[in-house]
């Protein structure tokens, strides 16, 4: 009997080593009238993200209705070796969107053979949809009570059909927990990135950013890709501005101060930069210097009155106040979560000064 616990005991150990370091695993949900783009986003986002040790972080799979080729909206179909049961085994499911849907786009109903797939998925499953994918996780009941988006020409129709669904329809994502919508496309990009961070950091994002040849993190939402009468100008109103106050963030920084790089009133300045950005300066200010905090909480051992001083917020108080809305979680958690480079490590940054009144918060 001592053998057979023994025996038995090992097996458990192994299956629990084998748990810690085996990759995440990402289904993607491949429907016909899929846009090939949509489905290569997930495979090249994910697939860079790689550990400290270069191991993959993400182990990603794709699955259909059935195995076999499923069309697109190209003049080509993809080959798709699983079925839905790979559903069972995801760790996260990603929907893309596709243009065949029919029933769920009209009516927001379900076709049997899609209600039969998403059965599949375990309680607890992370769930993602980029662009109209989003329609299959409404349907499905997967949204309901939940903040999500969709690509702005979709959304009012997806607000009607869904009720119960919380649309934001102004944002390029949305993060609910377990349940992440996309805006149109591209944003899958956006989303993509944004759970690499939270799973794994600003620095793995950064570099899968890097290989990947995107912006980390991409200003504004959806409102700057809306077709409007007046055609926007060729060069940014506001670019000087941003990129005199990223070299300042730990400074105090007045609207004044912004409006006097792009040689324009304090109110031309401000319309300019939300028409740009989506954002006021105070609210991207603030966004930077959280980007900030974070590159400072995971790379180095500062004080927390130390970091708040280098990322603009004056104090730790005030620094734990940002961080916690941003992240929703304090700068202590997040730093015990990152903190992945050796102790003492520091970032080369400028001497840093308290925010003063009257500065931009």
């Known amino acids: 009997m001592g053998d057979s616990y023994d025996s038995g005991l090992n097996d458990m150990l192994r299956y629990d080593r084998a748990m810690e370091t085996r990759a995440h ?4 949900l491949a429907l016909a009238g899929l846009l ?5 986003i997930p495979h090249r986002i994910f697939g860079r993200a ?14 259909g209705l059935a195995p076999g080729p499923v069309p697109t909206d190209a003049d080509f179909a993809i080959h798709v070796e699983h079925g839905p049961e790979l559903l069972a085994t995801a760790d996260t499911v990603v929907v893309p969107a596709s243009y065949e849907l029919g029933p769920v786009h009209s009516e927001g109903r379900l076709t049997p053979e899609l209600v039969a797939a998403l059965a599949h998925i375990r309680p607890g499953t992370r769930l993602v949809s980029i662009c109209t994918g989003g329609y299959v996780l409404a349907a499905a009941g997967f949204l309901d009570g939940r903040r999500a988006t969709t690509h702005w020409a979709s959304a009012e129709h997806f607000q009607r059909t869904f009720p119960a669904v919380l649309v934001d329809p102004g944002v390029l994502y949305t993060d609910d927990g377990d349940v992440l919508t996309s805006a149109g496309v591209a944003a ?3 989303l993509c990135l944004h759970i690499v961070r939270r799973d794994h950091g600003v620095a793995v994002a950064n570099d899968v950013a890097r290989r990947t040849v995107v912006p980390p993190h991409r200003e504004g939402g959806q409102a700057q890709f809306i077709a409007r009468p007046v055609p926007q100008p060729q060069r940014s109103a506001t670019g000087a501005a941003r990129a005199w106050v990223l070299d300042r963030l730990h400074e105090p920084l007045l609207l004044t101060d912004l409006a006097r790089q792009e040689a324009v009133s304090v109110r031309t300045f401000t319309r300019r930069f939300r028409e740009e950005s989506g954002l006021s300066p105070g609210e991207w200010i603030v966004g930077q210097r959280v980007e900030r905090a974070r590159a400072l909480l995971e790379q180095t051992d500062l004080p927390m009155e130390h970091v708040a001083r280098e990322a603009g917020f004056g104090t730790a108080q005030s ?3 940002h ?4 992240l929703g979680v304090s700068p202590t958690a997040y730093r015990r979560t990152f903190r992945e480079t050796a102790p003492g490590a520091t970032l080369p940054s400028p001497d840093g000064t308290s925010v003063g009144a009257g500065s931009v918060h």
């Open 25 to 28: 695993r990402v289904v993607v």
């Open 323 to 326: 961080v916690q809305a941003a």
């Open 188 to 190: 899958g990009i956006d």
């Open 50 to 63: 790689l550990g400290a040790d270069g191991r993959p972080l993400y182990e990603i799979l794709t699955c």
């Open 319 to 321: 620094l734990r106040k």
């Open 36 to 40: 090939p783009f949509e489905l290569g």
